[in-house]
């Protein structure tokens, strides 16, 4: 059995308060700012197996927004 480590980022603390409002157990965010070139991504799972899941679902979805950006 795994352990879920507790990540105190405010980015990931968005991400579980959105998915508790919601009732999601995977939630993946993508930020966006245009003019600055930049592109974040964060991701949550309510457990550890989740948590890969929706981080290799938050790492395809970065993937295909540098891919249209470009």
Not at 39 to 61: H, I, M, R, W
Request: aromatic residues 8%; charged residues 25%.
């Amino acid at each position: 059995m795994s352990i879920l480590a507790w990540n105190p980022s405010p980015k990931v603390a968005s991400a579980r308060d959105i998915g508790k409002r919601f009732k999601k157990d995977m939630v993946i965010v993508l930020m966006i700012d245009y003019e600055q070139g930049t592109l974040e991504s964060v991701s949550y799972g309510t457990t550890p197996d989740l948590c890969d899941k929706a981080k290799q679902f938050a790492d395809v979805a970065y993937d295909a927004v540098i891919k249209a950006l470009t």
